[in-house]
């Protein structure tokens, strides 16, 4: 199968700021899209299904693993976290850069089987980074804690990544982000996939 488009991978501790910087990413650029994972934790208010998860019970998650769905799939905070391998090999094919915001474990999984850009947001500090999640008001005390007890296993692997992003400014760090996936497009591998008929065209053969 020709993947044309470019698989990305972020990953942050959990309020690290992902899934608001890759929002605000995606209505800024083109031609990219999020994967939206499975997962059997509870969806909190305001969450829909099929936009930010699709949520679905322990059984069903298993029946999709054994039947082979996922790309990668992991536990993390006691629950179940899957990507479907079909959608985003459908994208690439299309030419649709596509983004997994998933841990490290995933990221592991994904960079074994497929080639990919990894990007990692660390958060400017860890009492920035509990006040996002006390501030955020998704989740209980108990939730928060343990959220907060497996940021420094996450951020310990920030550096098996390709760009890491510090996530304080958040202007600045969607920036930052923008600039990586902007300066993947222009890599000239890929300027050859999207303008063979320009370049065709450009290059004059000698006689
Ligand atoms: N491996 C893997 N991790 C995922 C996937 N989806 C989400 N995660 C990770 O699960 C963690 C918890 O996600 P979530 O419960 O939505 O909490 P949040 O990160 O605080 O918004 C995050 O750190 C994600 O990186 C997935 O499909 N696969
Ligand atoms: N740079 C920033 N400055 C202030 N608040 C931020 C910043 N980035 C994210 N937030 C806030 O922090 C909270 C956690 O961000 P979120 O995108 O949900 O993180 P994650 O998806 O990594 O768990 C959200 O309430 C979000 O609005």
Redesign the pocket.
Same mark, same amino acid.
């Given at each position: 199968m020709n993947l044309s488009g470019t698989l990305y991978i972020i990953s *942050? +501790?959990? =309020? =690290? =700021?992902?899934?608001?910087?890759? !929002?605000a990413m995606l209505a800024e650029l083109s031609n990219i899209t999020v994967s939206i994972s499975h997962t059997t934790r509870a969806p909190r208010v305001g969450e829909i299904e099929g936009k930010n998860y699709f949520f679905v019970d322990e059984a069903t998650f298993r029946h999709h693993q054994e039947a082979g769905t996922f790309l990668e799939h992991a536990k993390v905070f006691n629950n179940w976290y899957g990507t479907s391998k079909t959608w985003v090999l459908e994208q690439l094919a299309k030419g649709i850069d596509v983004i997994l %915001?998933i841990d490290w474990q995933g990221a592991h999984a994904v960079k074994e089987q497929m080639e990919c850009t990894s990007i990692f947001?660390l +958060? +400017?500090s860890r009492e920035?980074l509990l006040k $996002? /999640?006390v !501030? $955020?008001?998704?989740d209980s005390q108990a939730i928060i804690d343990v $959220?907060m007890k497996q940021a420094s296993q996450e951020i310990s692997h920030h550096t098996e990544y390709d760009y890491v992003v510090v !996530? #304080? #400014?958040? %202007? /600045? *760090?969607l920036h930052d982000l923008k600039s990586i996936i902007i300066a993947n497009r222009l890599r000239v591998v890929k300027q050859k996939v999207r303008y063979e008929a320009l370049l065709h065209s450009l290059v004059v053969k000698e006689q």
């Amino acid at each position: 199968m020709n993947l044309s488009g470019t698989l990305y991978i972020i990953s *942050a +501790p959990s =309020g =690290g =700021g992902k899934t608001s910087l890759v !929002n605000a990413m995606l209505a800024e650029l083109s031609n990219i899209t999020v994967s939206i994972s499975h997962t059997t934790r509870a969806p909190r208010v305001g969450e829909i299904e099929g936009k930010n998860y699709f949520f679905v019970d322990e059984a069903t998650f298993r029946h999709h693993q054994e039947a082979g769905t996922f790309l990668e799939h992991a536990k993390v905070f006691n629950n179940w976290y899957g990507t479907s391998k079909t959608w985003v090999l459908e994208q690439l094919a299309k030419g649709i850069d596509v983004i997994l %915001e998933i841990d490290w474990q995933g990221a592991h999984a994904v960079k074994e089987q497929m080639e990919c850009t990894s990007i990692f947001i660390l +958060p +400017p500090s860890r009492e920035v980074l509990l006040k $996002r /999640l006390v !501030n $955020r008001s998704q989740d209980s005390q108990a939730i928060i804690d343990v $959220r907060m007890k497996q940021a420094s296993q996450e951020i310990s692997h920030h550096t098996e990544y390709d760009y890491v992003v510090v !996530n #304080d #400014d958040f %202007e /600045l *760090a969607l920036h930052d982000l923008k600039s990586i996936i902007i300066a993947n497009r222009l890599r000239v591998v890929k300027q050859k996939v999207r303008y063979e008929a320009l370049l065709h065209s450009l290059v004059v053969k000698e006689q």
